[in-house]
Structures are given as structure tokens and as C-alpha cells.
């Protein structure tokens, strides 16, 4: 059974910067692509990158140039670091991945944006 864990989330100031990370388990992941996903206030979940087993990444526009996915070597952690965090950011940011086609959710981690 796959088990996403999220952590990293909290509070910071507009401009500042966090790092998620989401520690998965459960299956090999080496050529099993993760991503993050958020759900930002009265919007619906939506992508925010992800990261393939080739290391190819794919970004929202919206976090272009702000955000950078990465994996661990062994392949079972990914990372989300975030900087020029903006209020519009705040959301429960999930961990996700996929297996025969269908998204596994972690529990979400809050990121709240504000000065």
C-alpha cells in the first residue's frame, strides 16, 4: 500500500521561502512519477508540479521561476522548495502519485502566507 508523508509546511512572511518534502512508501518509485498538488481557499486541487522517474519536471505557470521539484537518489522522497512565496500561495499543498492510473494522496501539509 502506498503512503505519501508530507511535512515542511507552516507560516511565512510574503518573499520568504519553504521546502516540503514527502517521504514515500510502499512500491518502488524509480520510475513512478511524484508531484505536488494544493488546494488554495474556495479553489479546487490543482497541480503544481511533478517530477518523473528521468528527472523531467513539469510546472503550473503559476510557480514558474519560483518553485523547483526534486527527488532524493533513492528515488522515494520528493521536495517542493518554494521562494518568492506570494499570499495566493496559501493552501494545503498534497503529495501525490499514481498507481494504474489513479492519484494516492498524502494528507496535506498547510502553507499559509502573510505578514
Known amino acids: 500500500q502506498v503512503r505519501l508523508v508530507e511535512s515542511g509546511g507552516g507560516l511565512v512572511q510574503p518573499g520568504g521561502s519553504l521546502r516540503l518534502s514527502c517521504e514515500a512508501s510502499?512500491?518502488?518509485?524509480?520510475?513512478?512519477?511524484l508531484g505536488w498538488y494544493r488546494q488554495t481557499p474556495g479553489n479546487e486541487r490543482e497541480m503544481v508540479a511533478n517530477i518523473v522517474g528521468g528527472g523531467i519536471t513539469n510546472y503550473a505557470d503559476f510557480v514558474k521561476g519560483r518553485f523547483t521539484i526534486s527527488r532524493n537518489r533513492a528515488m522515494n522522497t520528493v521536495y517542493l522548495q518554494m521562494n518568492s512565496l506570494k499570499p495566493e500561495d496559501t493552501g494545503v499543498y498534497y503529495c501525490t502519485t499514481w498507481v494504474a492510473g489513479v492519484p494516492q494522496w498524502g494528507q496535506g501539509t498547510q502553507v499559509t502566507v502573510s505578514s
Open positions: 510502499g512500491r518502488s518509485f524509480s520510475s513512478t512519477a
